[in-house]
């Protein structure tokens, strides 16, 4: 395979995992921020990455773990996280009036659960991952998870 | 999503409005000032200010506090930890994330079973048990139990105590409980969705939870062999992790409090004699973040790992002016279960993630949770836990090639694997050589004689008491090669 042929060979693999992933990745960063606009920059940046490592990215591996982890760390930031404390984010634009509502009153109820807490929920609830899958996600260990998961659905049943 | 409970209608609507989420028009390409500065001049202004005007007084930590004491052991790691290469490669499995194109998929709708009492088809593993000086190898058929054994966590835990040995494994969606009396022949002797296992003084005592329910089975093996259900735990909540010795069980736990919109649940640490009483601990007095605490037991000793919040940022006034979640590291140990002693204090950034153990000596993976790819270091301990020393070299792995770009860019890895089994440490450096030692420190060299690490081969270990299983997985065919080395 020629240089060129392999360049163009990673530049389809990135779209094409641009194309499949970008809901699930944006999906647990808005699980980890609650925070709409800071989940579709982080987002963003996860895929900047990706675009950016995509010639040592070993692509016969599925990527989707390389971006969630990558998406975390970016979302665990201190700096960044300070930033967005301290600027506050914009809701989305995209929505009207009523789905604006609707998703502040989502917003407000998940706000009870830390990151870890929303993140394992929803990857172990809604996804399907396993507790182990999800602990490798976190960086953490399955029994954390099993705790945060008893812990989130303890403040959900109290928020509703 | 019918099978949510009430609860979670909140999680149903979530995902109603995370659904209609728009991706961007086009995949983002080269620079990033676009999002990564979004904010622009006005955030380093702001930042600027904030730092000056808060100052590092108001960044406090909770201090914490501490007391200890006394007994004998059981417990150990063997197996994988930090990868040695992977320059770009996220710590999470990529076997283990979810499928890239899924639809969001409603968690099982039917009651998982209760763990069942089984006698599966029983594996072998030749091997002496001491003074390692080679393997004599046998790959393994796809259909040997031994093939496919698996550990949440990617890690296999052996267990030994009065009666022998002890192990969880996945099996597919369910965990089994390996038990052998030997470390020759094993047995699955329990199964349930979710197994946590530990070896106390009246015997192994295992929690059997399930995945999408909060209720937990307590069952007890005095031989190892045979199990009785001892009901649901009393006491505590919902168990996270259990670790045990001689002196009893420790556990770390979800603890409701309050009721209704009040309600809450907190970790807290629990003591138990026989896994079914158990007695909310104060612990080390620390406040746990949001990741909790992990107790874990080798050579005798509990320990507990994990890192405490430190407090938001707030004015003269009370008002918060900015607040950031951070941590600092936490290691604890403890004879008794309930006193418990600082293992010294850590960088702000050393975060233990997992200890190993041997006859003579403890191993502390660290990781800083703050450096992409983890920075994975390695401490020693040959006084059981009390006093750590770091080790840089990774005992006689040596550091992998630098890292000096991307992802992990600044951090150094083992070229290498190390795994115990509870009573000597097996490393694995990627060039094919191989040591032992009983205590982390003095390493002796043996003969490895099967698969090594290359450009497209990777090569996971995990540490039985008689040899080792090699998993060597081919990155340009996929392929997956398992084999048991009989230790001689």
Known sequence: MSVQAAATSTEVLYERAFQEHWPAVFKFLLAWTNDWAAAEDLAQEAFLRLWRNRERVDWSEPVLPWLLVAGRRLATDRFRALRRRVLGTPQPNSFDDRQRDRWLDVQAAMASLSSTERSAVVLNLIFGSSTAEVAELLDTTPGAVRAAIARAREKLEAAR | ??????????????????????????????????????????????????????????????????????????????????????????????????????????????????????????????????????????????????????????????????????????????????????????????????????????????????????????????????????????????????????????????????????????????????????????????????YGPQVDAANGRFFLIGGSQIAAARSRTGIVLASSVQSTPEFWWSDDGRTWTSAGSRGPDDFVSQIQSARDGLLAWTTDRMIPGGGPGLDVSTDDGKTWTKDSNYGPLGQAPAITEGEGMGSTSPDGTIASNGSMFLALKNDGKAWTSYDGKKWTSITWGGPTSGPSDVVTVAMLPRGVIANSFDKDSGATSISYGAAR
């Open chain 2, 1 to 290: 999503m019918s099978s949510f409970r009430k609860g979670d209608d909140i999680l149903n609507e979530w995902l109603a409005v995370a659904d209609r989420a728009t991706p961007p028009a086009r995949a983002p390409r080269g620079s990033s000032s676009g999002t990564v500065f979004r904010y622009g001049f006005a955030a380093v202004v702001a930042l600027l200010i904030v730092a000056a005007v808060i100052g590092p007084r108001v960044f406090t930590t909770t201090g914490p506090a501490s007391s200890g004491s006394a007994t004998a052991t059981q417990s150990t790691t063997a197996s994988g930890q930090p990868t040695a290469s992977p320059s770009i490669q996220p710590t999470a499995s990529p076997s283990t994330a979810p499928t890239p194109s899924e639809q969001p998929t409603p968690p099982a709708t039917t009651a998982p079973p209760s763990a069942t009492v089984t006698s599966g088809p029983i594996f072998t593993t030749n091997g002496v048990a001491s003074d390692w000086k080679g393997f004599d190898w046998t790959t393994l058929p796809a259909d040997s139990p031994l093939a496919n054994l698996s550990s949440p966590g990617g890690t296999i835990t052996v267990i030994t105590w009065a009666h022998g040995y002890a192990f969880t494994a996945l099996d597919g969606n369910t965990t089994d409980v390996w038990t052998s009396p030997d470390g020759i022949v094993w047995l699955p002797t329990l199964t349930a969705q979710d197994l946590l296992l530990a070896a106390g003084p009246s015997g192994l005592v295992a929690i059997a939870t399930e995945s999408t329910s909060t209720t937990t089975t307590v069952y007890t093996s005095a031989d190892g062999t045979n199990w009785v259900s001892a009901g649901q735990p009393q006491g505590i909540g919902t168990i996270s992790s259990i670790a045990g010795t001689k002196a009893g069980l420790v556990a770390v736990a979800t603890v409701s409090s309050g009721t209704g919109k009040f309600a809450t649940g907190q970790l807290q640490i629990a003591y138990s004699a026989d896994g079914v009483s158990w007695t909310l601990e104060p612990g080390p007095n620390v406040a746990w973040d949001e």
